[in-house]
């Protein structure tokens, strides 16, 4: 199975910060990856798909970039909406994996 | 626009069998995988399997193999999840996925299996 690490597991920030959480896969996975933003009590909701393709109606503060192992998910400045945990996943081969997720919590 | 409904909580002993379902619309629902992906209470998400509608072919994650079945109807568009004698160890949130130009995610169904 491909090993997904996501760095930090957690981190605090202000409103207005520059976020970034990383991804990093045990194997290459081309640009298979997909990142998710989870709400406590919500279904997650898709971010990024394809490593750095914003999913339609997500707001320009989220980005992806990366390709083979590393991958960074970059919010540009955080609002109190975007409080949550954030997952990346592979989807180049199976099983399909999610790193165990980064919390996001306010300062 | 691509949705997908899954059924109700579900409250169930252990040893009972159980089928959770979601059911695709606004997309071609035999031409896409649907994942199915489980969370525990206060963990992380956990890839299940997937299943291809179309010809049903079903891939499951090592982890769960043996465990669950994967099935699908295509002419209700709708897929399963299925144990066949539940542990309390499946207590969780199944969520189902479908990948269409990015993914989308059904609401969840909470399974508590509880004596």
């Known amino acids: 199975d491909i090993q997904m690490t996501q760095s930090p597991s957690s981190l605090s920030a202000s409103v207005g910060d520059r976020v970034t959480i990383a991804c990093r896969a045990s194997?290459?996975?081309?640009?298979?990856l997909a990142w998710f933003q989870q709400k406590p009590g919500q279904a997650p909701k898709t971010l990024i798909h394809?490593?750095?393709n914003l999913q339609s109606g997500v707001p320009s503060k989220f980005s992806g970039s990366g390709s083979g192992t590393d991958f960074i998910l970059t919010i540009s400045s955080l609002q109190p909406e975007d409080f949550a945990t954030y997952y990346c996943q592979q989807y180049y081969s199976y099983p399909w994996t999610f790193g165990q997720g980064t919390k996001v919590e306010i300062k | 626009e691509v949705q997908l409904v899954q059924s109700g909580a579900e409250l169930k002993k252990p040893g009972e069998s159980l089928k959770i379902s979601c059911q695709g619309s606004?997309?071609?629902?035999?031409?896409?995988?649907i994942a199915w992906v489980r969370q525990m209470p206060g963990k992380g998400l956990e890839w299940m399997g997937i299943?291809?509608?179309?010809?049903?072919?079903?891939t499951y994650s090592p982890s769960f193999q043996g465990q669950v079945t994967i099935s699908a109807d295509k002419s209700i568009s709708t897929a399963y999840l299925q144990w066949s004698s539940l542990k309390a160890s499946d207590t969780a949130i199944y969520y189902c996925?479908?990948?269409?130009?990015?993914?989308?995610w059904g609401q969840g169904t909470l399974v508590t299996v509880s004596s």
């Open positions: 996925a479908v990948k269409v130009a990015g993914t989308f």
């Open positions: 394809a490593a750095s």
């Open positions: 606004g997309y071609s629902f035999t031409n896409y995988w």
């Open positions: 194997q290459g996975i081309n640009n298979f």
């Open positions: 299943i291809y509608p179309s010809n049903s072919k079903a």
